[in-house]
Every structure is written in structure tokens, then in C-alpha cells.
């Protein structure tokens, strides 16, 4: 197994929106924001080469929404993930898998695109099989008035209609799922959205885990840091809570999907909590 950094393309969001009830001088320390409030966030995916398989988790927010669409989210950079893919010798016509953490619009609107007239839409990876959960197809589907500008059907209605979407079923409790299809175990996840799942990956004797947005960057680490976008703040902190014990007693990779400027961080306990251990690139720890 072997795997990729893939940089989508970075953004920028309100950051009182990303850090719900916690005060500006307090998030502004680690996530500093510009005279328009707003904070640098990437879409940062990773690919699995794993034997003849190539499983990419997460696809950014890709480019086919109007000009208006991308005027609220600040994209700076020149990031893409057909350029990630080229620099380690890759198209997306090779992806056999796309794995997504959920379906809000900045984590798989890269996995559908325009058809060549424009007339509609199609998978970007015409190869690959998509993954979602059954559960969280129909959060997504039907979606209540709070997520519903996150959920955009263009960008998961044509994943069913190609005939290219597969389930992951999710057994028993909260533990790990382990699905030998994918190679690797998941967490299931409630408070951001319903059945989020979030990868965790052995490799090279470490346990890598792709954060999605139950961590987004390292500025939340700290319980009460909650995104204004969770549906469930209140069952955010206990899952939040769960995990960082967990990571930082078992030394955790944390692969950060959102932080525009930590690709990987550990933790520690302390007095006040879990808190930051180190921060690191991906090529530090694994190359």
C-alpha cells in the first residue's frame, strides 16, 4: 500500500461559522481571519494505492458550479486534484474507487462534472465505483432546511444514476467497521452530519486517520471548538471527546482534510485536556 496527498484546491470560510460559539479572540489565535472574517481551508483528499486498486477519499468541491456559486467561498491557490494525481504519475480515469466522507458539496462536488455539451452530468471517474452509507444517502437525498445548500443534487444524484454507487453497511455500535473491500476500518460519526464516516488506515506501522470534518483543523481541537455547521453540536463534543482520547493515548496520525497549513498532527493529554503534540507534513512521517 502506498499513499498520496491530494490537493483539491483551498478555499476560505467564515471563521466564526467554522468555530460556532467560541469567541473571535480566542480562534483567531490559530486560525487567523482577513478583513472579510474569513479563514484559509483546503480540500485536502487522499489516494490509496493499494495492489491494482486506487481508492481516493474525498474529491474537493470541483468546478462545475457558476461563477457566482465559488464568489462566496475566496478560492485561492492553484491547486487541482487532476494536478496532485500528475504529480505522482496518476489520471483520474485510473481511480477505481471514490470514498466519501459525506456528501456535503466541498467534500464530493469534485466527483461529478459537466458532460462534454453541457447538457447534464457525469461521473469524473468513469471507472470507479463510488461509496457512500445507506443512511446517509437519505440524510443527503432529502435533506432538512438547515444542510440543504450543502447538499447539492448535481452532485449526488448522477453518482445513482450512472449506476456507479455502492453502500458500506454499518454493523452493530460505534466501533470501527473494518470493510475488506476498501482495505481499511471507518468510524461512523453523527454530530456534523448524519453517518459521516471516517477512514482509519494502517500504514507503515502507523495509524493514519482522515479527519473529515470531525476535526477540520488544529485550531479545533480543544472540546467547545465546534463548527457552526454541525447539526448536532451536542453529540459532536462526546464523538469529539471519544476519539482525542483515544488518538492521543494510541498516537494517532491525523490527516487533516481542512487546515490549509497543517497536512498532520498527534496529540497529547495534559492538564487541560487533549491538546497538540506536533504538527508535520505528510512526507515527514511516511516518505
Same mark, same amino acid.
Request: charged content about 25%; some cysteine.
Given at each position: 500500500?502506498?499513499?498520496?496527498?491530494?490537493?483539491?484546491?483551498?478555499?476560505?470560510?467564515?471563521?466564526?461559522?467554522?468555530?460556532? %460559539?467560541?469567541?473571535?479572540?480566542?480562534?483567531?489565535?490559530?486560525?487567523?481571519?482577513?478583513?472579510?472574517?474569513?479563514?484559509?481551508?483546503?480540500?485536502?483528499?487522499?489516494?490509496? !494505492?493499494?495492489?491494482?486498486?486506487?481508492?481516493?477519499?474525498?474529491?474537493?468541491?470541483?468546478?462545475?458550479?457558476?461563477?457566482?456559486?465559488?464568489?462566496?467561498?475566496?478560492?485561492?491557490?492553484?491547486?487541482?486534484?487532476?494536478?496532485?494525481?500528475?504529480?505522482?504519475?496518476?489520471?483520474?480515469?485510473?481511480?477505481?474507487?471514490?470514498?466519501?466522507?459525506?456528501?456535503?458539496?466541498?467534500?464530493?462536488?469534485?466527483?461529478?462534472?459537466?458532460?462534454?455539451?453541457?447538457?447534464?452530468?457525469?461521473?469524473?471517474?468513469?471507472?470507479?465505483?463510488?461509496?457512500?452509507?445507506?443512511?446517509?444517502? !437519505?440524510?443527503?437525498?432529502?435533506?432538512?432546511?438547515?444542510?440543504?445548500?450543502?447538499?447539492?443534487?448535481?452532485?449526488?444524484?448522477?453518482?445513482?444514476?450512472?449506476?456507479?454507487?455502492?453502500?458500506?453497511?454499518?454493523?452493530?455500535?460505534?466501533?470501527?467497521?473494518?470493510?475488506?473491500?476498501?482495505?481499511?476500518?471507518?468510524?461512523? %460519526?453523527?454530530?456534523?452530519?448524519?453517518?459521516?464516516?471516517? =477512514?482509519?488506515?494502517?500504514?507503515?506501522?502507523?495509524?493514519?486517520?482522515?479527519?473529515?470534518?470531525?476535526?477540520?483543523?488544529?485550531?479545533?481541537? =480543544?472540546?467547545?471548538?465546534?463548527?457552526?455547521?454541525?447539526?448536532? =453540536?451536542?453529540?459532536?463534543? =462526546?464523538?469529539?471527546?471519544?476519539?482525542?482520547?483515544?488518538?492521543?493515548?494510541?498516537?494517532?496520525?491525523?490527516?487533516? !482534510?481542512?487546515?490549509?497549513?497543517?497536512?498532520?498532527?498527534?496529540?497529547?493529554?495534559? !492538564?487541560?485536556?487533549?491538546?497538540?503534540?506536533?504538527?508535520?507534513?505528510?512526507?515527514?512521517?511516511?516518505?
Amino acid at each position: 500500500m502506498t499513499l498520496y496527498p491530494i490537493e483539491a484546491g483551498n478555499f476560505k470560510l467564515d471563521g466564526g461559522a467554522m468555530f460556532g %460559539v467560541v469567541p473571535k479572540s480566542l480562534w483567531n489565535r490559530t486560525n487567523p481571519a482577513d478583513s472579510n472574517n474569513m479563514i484559509d481551508i483546503a480540500a485536502r483528499c487522499l489516494l490509496i !494505492e493499494d495492489g491494482d486498486r486506487l481508492i481516493l477519499i474525498d474529491t474537493g468541491m470541483g468546478d462545475k458550479q457558476s461563477e457566482k456559486f465559488f464568489s462566496y467561498y475566496y478560492q485561492w491557490g492553484d491547486h487541482s486534484i487532476d494536478k496532485s494525481l500528475k504529480k505522482y504519475g496518476f489520471h483520474r480515469d485510473d481511480i477505481t474507487d471514490v470514498f466519501m466522507t459525506h456528501l456535503h458539496f466541498d467534500h464530493c462536488g469534485g466527483s461529478i462534472q459537466w458532460n462534454k455539451n453541457k447538457t447534464g452530468y457525469e461521473p469524473a471517474f468513469k471507472n470507479a465505483r463510488f461509496w457512500s452509507n445507506k443512511e446517509h444517502w !437519505e440524510w443527503a437525498v432529502k435533506p432538512n432546511a438547515r444542510e440543504k445548500a450543502s447538499f447539492l443534487k448535481e452532485n449526488i444524484l448522477p453518482m445513482q444514476e450512472s449506476g456507479q454507487l455502492n453502500f458500506l453497511k454499518r454493523e452493530g455500535d460505534n466501533r470501527i467497521q473494518n470493510y475488506k473491500e476498501l482495505g481499511f476500518g471507518v468510524l461512523f %460519526v453523527d454530530g456534523h452530519t448524519d453517518k459521516q464516516m471516517i =477512514p482509519h488506515i494502517d500504514y507503515k506501522g502507523k495509524k493514519l486517520v482522515f479527519m473529515a470534518d470531525l476535526l477540520p483543523t488544529a485550531g479545533h481541537i =480543544p472540546l467547545p471548538y465546534v463548527m457552526g455547521y454541525d447539526t448536532r =453540536p451536542l453529540l459532536t463534543l =462526546p464523538e469529539k471527546k471519544n476519539f482525542l482520547e483515544t488518538a492521543a493515548s494510541e498516537n494517532y496520525y491525523l490527516f487533516l !482534510e481542512h487546515d490549509a497549513h497543517n497536512e498532520i498532527i498527534t496529540l497529547k493529554h495534559t !492538564e487541560k485536556g487533549v491538546r497538540l503534540d506536533k504538527t508535520h507534513t505528510f512526507a515527514e512521517i511516511f516518505n
